[in-house]
């Protein structure tokens, strides 16, 4: 009899302590990442849980398996060698973590593809269209389209990159300045360089941009294009104080002083009163 009580009393201690336990937080975040296969494996750094009990990872998943690799320390390692993957296969992983802390991934760059592509063609129509063809593209990277105004490259969009070794076609669409346009398309792999296209030219007869007040006038409010065109302002330090498309510019935000107007394909100056 005295066995049979003790047994109850220890069941009901257990009982007790298993549910005055912290509890540890349920995985409510992901981080995703889709890359390619270089050879490396990735490392994470692995904060404590927002509850103080257990780590911040709750599961990782390499496309969709759950991994075998120990996560339940400060610092872990994604082993990606024992899936036989082939270099340049494509993977993504799942990162899902509980709620309150966030794990953070060192070396991202061992999954993220360099830029190989290869321009087959690349052209600018009179409907306002750049078209370009590559082969070779080696995991998924966007192209950055580019144009030559005011001697220098400028961004004006970007389109993700498909990725396939194949032949890969793509269209963005552009804004022509009077006189000799140029366009380019680049990318920028995990290395930090930038692969680009050729340039392509396209020639633009309609007439020049002009503005009121013109080259060196003073103006106080507004100035007013002849047609809608791209602009930047600089100040006099070369400080970027304001850019846009449009046919006018608003001007009482600026200070006083000397400005450098970029517009149309040309810089010129004006001075606000």
């Known amino acids: 009899m005295k066995i ?3 047994g109850i009393v220890n069941r009901y201690i257990c009982f007790v302590l298993f549910f005055s336990l912290p509890l540890i937080s349920v995985a409510k975040g992901e981080i995703k990442l889709n890359g390619i296969y270089k050879g490396e494996n990735l490392y994470v750094e692995n904060p404590y849980s927002l509850s103080g009990v257990g780590f911040c990872v709750a599961e990782v998943l390499v496309n969709g398996h759950t991994t075998t690799d120990e996560i339940h320390s400060s610092f872990f390692e994604i082993d990606l060698s024992v899936y036989g993957f082939k270099y340049g296969e494509l993977i993504n992983i799942s990162i899902i973590h509980r709620d309150g802390c966030v794990p953070r991934i060192l070396n991202k760059e061992v999954i993220t593809p360099n830029s190989t592509f290869k321009t087959q063609y690349i052209v600018a129509d009179k409907n306002g269209l750049l078209r370009w063809a ?12 580019e144009q030559y105004r005011w001697n220098k490259w400028i961004r004006i969009g970007s389109i993700k990159g498909k990725g396939s070794n194949k032949l890969n076609k793509y269209s963005f669409a552009i804004d022509f300045h009077s006189g000799k346009n140029k366009f380019r398309v680049k990318q920028i792999g995990s290395n930090g360089k930038a692969r680009y296209s050729k340039s392509v030219e396209y020639i633009n007869n309609i007439p020049e941009v002009s503005f009121v007040p013109g080259n060196g006038g003073k103006v106080s409010e507004k100035i007013f294009f002849s047609a809608s065109t791209r602009y930047e302002i600089y100040d006099y330090y070369g ?11 608003k001007l009482s ?3 006083s002083g000397s400005y450098f107007l970029n517009y149309d394909n040309k810089t010129e100056t004006f001075i606000k009163k």
Do not use: D, R, W, Y
Request: hydrophobic share 35%.
């Open 4 to 6: 049979h009580q003790a």
């Open 134 to 145: 590559t082969t070779g593209e080696h995991g998924v990277l966007p192209f950055i389209v």
């Open 239 to 249: 400080k970027l104080v304001k850019t846009g498309n449009s046919e006018e510019i």
């Open 253 to 255: 935000s600026l200070k």
